[in-house]
Structures are given as structure tokens and as C-alpha cells.
């Protein structure tokens, strides 16, 4: 048995299909992951309406290679939709008929299944001039050209020789820069987040989400102060607070949100002994796009024994709030 990908209402995956494909005239793309940099996930589109949606009915499907779960955004440029599967898997298919046009196997070794919590899944690619990235199971971060699916180059993003990272989440594109985070809280390894050249994904930063062996120096200001919030030798296990979803460019203010993940292990008691709120874990952190440089954090969960992960889905808005129009 394959998992399918199929436009059909009622199947919420399937109607981001639909709305993404209804249309190939101008201005009906999905171009990135949450559609825009605000990642509002609004279409434009009027043809779906309250009024015509009971008609909506199944126009194609695809036949995935794997039986394994399913958890990409498809994302649809010019006519084309790119869309992931398991093991890292990248489709590319006429939005219209469901025809493939190619597909890319980055040749994940099944050995390294085991090391991801949740399944082999993949939450999608970035497509931008010409090119569609993918980070891969195994901590790879890939570009492949649009038109043929050929790849164009490949960093190994984290050393996956020491620590058990992964990718799952879908990167995000902006100034020429790639932005892609990693999994592995629950095995074991310290969370960082980083910013790859679009043209020759050659690193650029690096920004940790948890302070090193103090031993060693620490990489910024930033780690330095969050250092005084952990105890005991937590940099032996990792820390943890992977940034392995939400990544959201703010275009108007030119900053980055990275949201970061549960600490490791869950229990503060054994991971940082004598308590501490252990920054910058389950935290909303702002950071300079062009430099990885720290701007300001909101904890949501300080101290946390819950995995109470801050990782879920940001969208930027205006709204009013104590009488005024505010971000």
C-alpha cells in the first residue's frame, strides 16, 4: 500500500491542494510555506466559495513511494506543485493533471530512521529563483533545480557523527539566505538554528539555542546570560531546544522568529539540577536575519517539565490591542 496525495473535500491536506491548484492564471501560487512571509495562509482565491464548496469533489491523486506519514505544505510556483514525502522525498507535479514531472531521492540511509522521534516525515520544500531546497532526514540541506529536478548543491548542516540530529521542518527563504533548524531534543543534542547562501549553500551562521561547556567560551552575550539560568553539566546530554518547525521572516521589521523546542532530557530535576528557567528552551526567539545575532526572547514555558514545546506555527499580524493598531 502508497500513501496517496489526493484533492478531495472534507481531507484537510487535500484542500490545501485545492485552493493551491484551483487556478493556474496570475496571482494563484503558493509560494512559500505559509503562502507569504506573514505565513497567514489566506488565499485570494474566490472561486471556492460558501456557496459552491459542497460541489467540491476528487479531480486526481499520487501514489507516494512510502507508507509512512505525510505532513508537507505543497508548494506551488507557476503551475507546479512541489510537494515532500517520506524519507526526504521531493515531487515535483503539474498542478492541474497530477502528472509527476520529476522526483528527487536524497538517498537517506534507513539506519538513520530510528533516530528521529516521530516518524521519517517532512514538512515540505522552499522554492526561489529557480530552485527548490529541502532539508533531509539526515541533517542535509539540499537544492535542486526546479525545472529538472538535478541537484545543485548539498550541505551537511549539523555532525551527524556525534549527535543524532535530523530535519523534518520545511526551510524558509529570505535575502538570499536559506534558514533551516534540526530535530534530536529527545536524543540528545544542542539546538541551533542556520542561515545557508541560496546560490551555493555555503554557511553563513550559526545561532545556538542553549548555552555550551562554559568551559569552552561561549559563542555570544546571549549564551553567556542564558548560561546563568541552567545548572549542573547540562551541555553533556545537548540541552536540546531544537528549532525543528517554525521559522518566520518578519519583512517589515527585518527580524527572524525561531520557535525552539523541549529541553533534554524533559525533567529540569536531571537536566539542570538546582533549578534555573534553562533559556533560551520553549521560547519565541527574535534574531538578525543577515547576522544570526540575538535580539530579544519571550519564554513561554520557563523551567519546563512537560514538553511544552514552542515550535508550533507563528503568524504574523496587525491587530488592535489596547486602542491601537499593533504587531
Not at 250 to 258: G, M, S, V
Request: glycine letters at 12%; charged letters at 20%.
Amino acid at each position: 500500500m502508497q500513501n496517496k496525495i489526493t484533492l478531495r473535500a472534507g481531507f484537510c491536506f487535500s484542500i490545501s491542494l485545492l485552493f493551491s491548484a484551483s487556478a493556474l492564471s496570475n496571482n494563484t501560487d503558493w509560494p512559500s510555506h505559509g503562502q507569504d512571509y506573514k505565513e497567514q495562509r489566506f488565499s485570494q482565491l474566490a472561486a471556492i466559495n460558501e456557496e459552491n464548496v459542497s460541489q467540491l469533489g476528487l479531480a486526481w491523486s499520487f501514489d507516494t513511494d512510502f507508507n509512512r506519514g505525510l505532513e508537507s505544505t505543497p508548494i506551488v510556483v507557476d503551475g507546479v506543485m512541489y510537494v515532500t514525502g517520506s524519507w526526504s522525498f521531493v515531487y515535483a507535479l503539474d498542478a492541474k493533471t497530477g502528472k509527476l514531472l520529476w522526483k528527487y531521492d536524497p538517498k537517506v540511509p534507513k539506519s538513520w530512521g530510528p533516530k528521529g522521534c516521530c516518524g521519517v516525515v517532512n514538512r515540505g520544500v522552499a522554492v526561489k529563483d529557480g530552485k527548490v531546497v529541502v532539508g533531509t532526514f539526515d541533517a542535509r540541506l539540499i537544492a535542486l533545480n526546479a525545472a529538472t529536478g538535478e541537484l545543485l548543491w548539498e550541505a551537511q548542516t549539523a555532525d551527524i557523527k556525534k549527535w543524532p540530529y535530523t530535519i523534518t521542518g520545511a526551510p524558509r527563504i529570505a535575502k538570499g539566505k536559506v534558514f533551516i533548524g534540526n530535530g534530536g531534543a529527545e536524543y540528545g543534542v544542542r539546538g541551533f538554528v542556520g542561515a545557508y547562501d541560496l546560490e551555493t549553500g555555503a554557511a553563513l551562521w550559526r545561532f545556538y539555542t542553549v548555552p555550551g561547556n562554559p568551559a569552552d567560551g561561549f559563542e555570544s552575550e546571549a549564551l553567556a546570560k542564558a548560561a546563568d539560568t541552567w545548572n549542573g553539566k547540562w551541555w553533556e546530554r545537548g540541552g536540546g531546544g531544537t528549532v525543528w518547525d517554525s521559522i518566520v521572516y518578519d519583512q517589515e521589521l527585518d527580524q527572524l522568529y525561531i520557535g525552539t523546542g523541549n529541553g533534554t532530557p524533559w525533567n529540569r530535576d536531571q537536566r539542570s539540577p538546582g533549578g534555573g528557567d534553562n533559556l533560551y528552551l520553549n521560547s519565541i526567539v527574535a534574531l538578525n536575519p543577515d547576522t544570526g545575532d540575538y535580539i530579544w526572547h519571550y519564554q513561554e514555558t520557563p523551567a519546563d517539565n512537560w514538553d511544552f514545546t514552542s515550535t508550533q506555527q507563528m503568524i504574523l499580524a496587525d491587530m488592535p490591542w489596547q486602542g491601537k493598531h499593533t504587531k
